[in-house]
């Protein structure tokens, strides 16, 4: 076991488990780690997809979704199970033009998801959104178990069910 990641793990379950590595990189590092694992899914399931770019081709750091799949903007978080065995989805934001979001789970030993419209979600039908800080609105959390998630195998038919619907 590397110290580093011994040291980054906060939790033994992380110990020795498949995914450990996600434990030791920053929480931007995580959200990148998402969007990479989401797109490289969308090629190997053959599904059509885009990511935000410049004018000159260079990807966009900051942008209205991460990612549009059969046409479809998708706003993508990624999180990795919390020592209460939870999901933390943080920072989102309902004034941002997108589409529906997927909500990519990392535990120990399985990678979960979910997606939802975006009026799923502002309008709680997905699940209760928690403002991030006491008296403001801009930027919500969305709290998930794993069995409220599902597993990544049913990615292309929940994505594409989703899709079709809006």
């Not at 379950?13 to 990148?32: M, R």
């Amino acid at each position: 076991m590397d110290a580093a990641i011994a040291a980054a793990a906060n939790d033994k379950k992380w110990l020795e488990s498949k995914y450990e590595g996600i434990k030791v990189v920053s929480n931007t590092a995580v959200g990148k780690v998402g969007q990479t694992f989401i797109e490289s899914l969308c090629v190997v399931l053959g599904l059509p997809y885009d990511v935000p770019m410049d004018a000159s081709g260079r990807r966009l750091n900051q942008s209205p979704c991460d990612i549009a799949i059969s046409g479809t903007q998708f706003e993508l978080k990624t999180a990795t199970e919390d020592v209460n065995g939870c999901f933390q989805f943080n920072h989102i934001r309902y004034h941002r033009p997108y589409d529906a979001a997927i909500f990519l789970g990392i535990a120990p030993n399985q990678i979960l998801f979910d997606c939802h419209s975006k009026a799923d979600l502002v309008t709680g039908k997905a699940g209760r959104l928690v403002s991030m800080e006491a008296g403001a609105n801009a930027s919500y959390k969305f709290t998930r178990r794993p069995g409220q998630l599902h597993p990544i195998a049913e990615f292309e038919a929940r994505v594409k069910a989703l899709v079709a619907t809006l």
